[in-house]
C-alpha cells in the first residue's frame, strides 16, 4: 500500500487526500492551521470546481451549505459604463471557512490522517522523499518518508518559480447590505486595480480586490482607505456600498502569478496554487485547483507514473486562463481601455462568448 504526505488542506489537499484514500493510498494530510480558517480568496466556485465536487460525490454536501447560485457576471469600467455576461454554467458563492472544513472533513471521513496545526519546515525529493513539519501546539518536530509528497499549501512550491514580481496585494472582507444584485459577480474597474464583489450568503458578500503595493503603503495598509478610494473611482461601486456595513476583518495576502516549473524535485508534486496561480479575476482558482488534483491523483495511481504527461496536463489547464485573465485585469483597471472593452463587449455577442471561454467558462 504506497503513503503520502499531503502538504496544505485547502479544496486541492483535500480533494488529493479524498480521492488517494478512497483508491487505499495510507494518507497523512498536514496543515499549518486548526480549521476553520478564512482566507483571502473571492469565493467564487467555478462550473469546473462543481464538476469536479459532483465526481467525488460530494457537490450534494455542498449544495446542502445553501451556497449562492451566481448566474452572471457584471463588467463595470471606472467610467461607469457595464456589460453583463451570463454564464455558460452556474457559479456557487460559499465561504472558504465553510468550503474548506467541509471538504477536510470528507478527507477524514475517506480515512486520511489529518493532523492541523503542523508547520512543514522542509520537503526533500528523492526515491524516498523527506518530510520535516513541526507541531505547534507541542514544538515537536516530526519526521515523515513517503513514497510521494504532494505540494499543495498554496505557494510556489520550487525555487525556479518565480513569481511575477506584481507588488499586487489581494485584500477580502465581507459586508452586509450591498446594493448588489444576489445571483451576479461583479467586477469594476478603479485606477491600476479592480475589486470582486459577489454575494456568498444571506446578506453577505465577500469584496475581494486587487491593490498595488504602492497604493497599500500610501494609504499606511488601512484597508478601508484603500476601498474608500476605490469607491470614488468608481461610481457604481460607491453607490453599491453607499448603504452597506463591513462585517469582517480585512484579510491580506501577496497576489502572486507564475506558470508552471519544468523540473519538479523527485516524486514531490505541486497542485493548485502551489503548481501556478494566475490573475484570480476569473474566479477559476478554487475550481483549477481541485482540478489539479484529480489529474495528480490519476497520474500517481498507476504502476508507472508519468510525470512529464502530468506537467504537460497542468500546461493545458493553466496557461490560456492565465493569459486571458490578465489581459481582462489589465483592460477593466485601465480607464479608457475598460470603456472601449465594455463597448465592444455590448455590441457582440461572439467577442462576449469568446472572452468567457478564454477564462475558462
Known amino acids: 500500500m504506497p503513503d503520502v504526505v499531503v502538504i496544505g488542506a485547502g479544496p486541492a489537499g483535500s480533494v488529493a487526500s479524498i480521492l488517494l484514500a478512497r483508491r487505499g493510498w495510507r494518507v ?19 462550473a469546473l470546481g462543481i464538476e469536479v465536487l459532483s465526481r467525488l460525490g460530494l457537490a450534494d454536501a455542498i449544495a446542502g451549505l445553501n451556497p449562492v447560485r451566481l448566474r452572471r457576471s457584471i463588467f463595470v469600467a471606472p467610467g461607469g459604463q457595464s456589460v453583463t455576461l451570463y454564464l455558460p454554467g452556474e457559479m456557487w458563492g460559499v465561504p ?56 499543495a499549501n498554496g505557494k510556489a512550491a520550487f525555487c525556479e ?8 496585494f489581494g485584500l477580502k472582507a465581507h459586508f452586509s447590505d450591498v446594493a448588489a444584485p444576489a445571483d451576479a459577480i461583479m467586477l469594476l474597474g478603479a485606477q491600476g486595480h479592480y475589486v470582486g464583489v459577489a454575494a456568498v450568503g444571506e446578506n453577505c458578500w465577500n469584496v475581494a480586490m486587487s491593490v498595488p503595493q504602492l497604493r497599500l503603503r500610501a494609504c499606511d495598509g488601512d484597508s478601508d482607505h484603500v476601498f474608500e478610494l476605490m469607491q470614488k473611482e468608481n461610481v457604481a461601486l ?33 497542485i493548485g496554487n502551489a503548481a501556478a496561480a494566475l490573475e484570480p479575476i476569473g474566479g477559476e482558482g478554487m475550481g483549477l485547483a ?34 486571458a485573465s490578465r489581459v481582462t485585469a489589465v483592460a477593466l483597471s485601465s480607464p479608457a481601455i475598460a470603456d472601449v472593452a465594455v463597448q465592444v463587449a455590448n455590441a457582440s455577442d461572439a467577442v462576449a462568448r469568446l472572452g468567457l471561454k478564454l477564462v475558462g467558462k
Open 238 to 270: 460607491g453607490d453599491m456600498f453607499r448603504p452597506s456595513r463591513r462585517i469582517g476583518e480585512w484579510l491580506a495576502a501577496p497576489l502572486p502569478r507564475f506558470g508552471v516549473a519544468k523540473r519538479w524535485p523527485r516524486r514531490v508534486i505541486p
Open 96 to 151: 472558504r471557512d465553510v468550503l474548506d472544513s467541509t471538504l477536510l472533513n470528507a478527507a477524514r471521513d475517506a480515512g486520511a490522517q489529518v493532523l492541523e496545526q503542523h508547520r512543514v519546515e522542509h520537503v526533500a525529493g528523492g526515491i524516498c522523499p523527506h518530510v520535516r513539519a513541526r507541531d505547534l501546539q507541542t514544538n515537536e518536530i516530526r519526521e515523515f518518508s513517503p513514497h510521494y509528497v504532494i505540494v
Open 290 to 323: 481541485m482540478r489539479s488534483a484529480e489529474l495528480a491523483v490519476e497520474a500517481l495511481d498507476t504502476t508507472d507514473p508519468n510525470i512529464s504527461k502530468l506537467q504537460r496536463a497542468y500546461g493545458k489547464l493553466w496557461k490560456a486562463r492565465s493569459r
Open 161 to 168: 518559480q518565480r513569481p511575477e514580481n506584481t507588488a499586487d
Open 28 to 46: 497523512t494530510l498536514l496543515e499549518q492551521h486548526r480549521f476553520p480558517r478564512d482566507k483571502v480568496c473571492g469565493e467564487c466556485l467555478s
